[in-house]
């Protein structure tokens, strides 16, 4: 056979692990979420000014991935801000402005942090828009599309 390098075998290693944790938390064709409550290990969330506390939600979802195209570059989003192809933002239908989702792109593994600041994607098909910076860091800028898993955190209401 062939000769496995360090980093091959971490990188088999990190799959199987993401593997085993998807199946264990009932992986679906459509769009599923999961909701773990009462999370109080900070090494889930990668960004350090991001602080899980009880009363937090992680929640985790997959479904399929676009970008946008070029021709948004410099427009304002929803939120006010101007699109930038190099920043690693998104846009959600319903999440709220400033949440930091972490994308993973379960045909490579490959993860990135983005910020919402837009609204999108009108489309049943996707459930996340990234810009362009985030889809060339997952390794699917060329191919449009891409079967992705979002998690992100939300602070469980009190009302």
Same mark, same amino acid.
Do not use: W
């Given at each position: 056979?062939?000769?496995?390098?360090?980093? @091959?075998?971490?990188?088999? %290693?990190? &799959?199987?692990?993401?593997?085993?944790?998807?199946?264990?938390?009932?992986?679906?064709? =459509?769009? !599923?979420?999961?909701?773990?409550?009462?999370? /109080?290990?900070? /090494? &889930?969330?990668? $960004?350090?000014?991001?602080e899980v506390t009880a009363?937090?939600?992680? #929640?985790?979802? /997959?479904? %399929?991935?676009? %970008?946008?195209?070029? +021709?948004?570059?410099?427009?304002?989003?929803? !939120?006010?801000?101007? %699109?930038?192809? +190099?920043?690693?933002?998104?846009?959600? @239908?319903? &999440?709220p402005f400033g949440t930091?989702?972490?994308?993973?792109? @379960?045909?490579?593994?490959? !993860?990135?942090?983005?910020?919402? =600041?837009?609204?999108?994607?009108?489309?049943? +098909?996707?459930?996340?828009?990234? !810009?362009?910076? $985030?889809?060339?860091?997952?390794?699917?800028?060329? +191919?449009?599309? #891409?079967?992705?898993?979002?998690?992100? &955190?939300?602070?469980?209401? =009190?009302?």
């Open positions: 056979m062939f000769a496995t390098s360090p980093t @091959l075998l971490n990188m088999k %290693y990190f &799959l199987f692990l993401c593997g085993m944790l998807i199946s264990s938390l009932g992986f679906s064709q =459509n769009f !599923s979420e999961k909701v773990v409550s009462n999370i /109080s290990c900070n /090494s &889930l969330i990668t $960004a350090p000014e991001a009363a937090s939600k992680m #929640s985790f979802k /997959s479904g %399929y991935a676009t %970008y946008y195209a070029r +021709k948004f570059e410099g427009r304002k989003t929803t !939120s006010g801000a101007r %699109y930038r192809g +190099k920043k690693m933002t998104a846009a959600h @239908l319903t &999440l930091i989702v972490t994308v993973t792109n @379960l045909n490579n593994g490959k !993860s990135v942090d983005v910020t919402v =600041n837009d609204r999108g994607p009108h489309s049943k +098909k996707y459930m996340i828009d990234l !810009s362009e910076g $985030a889809a060339k860091e997952l390794g699917f800028f060329n +191919k449009g599309q #891409s079967r992705v898993e979002i998690s992100y &955190l939300l602070p469980e209401d =009190n009302t």
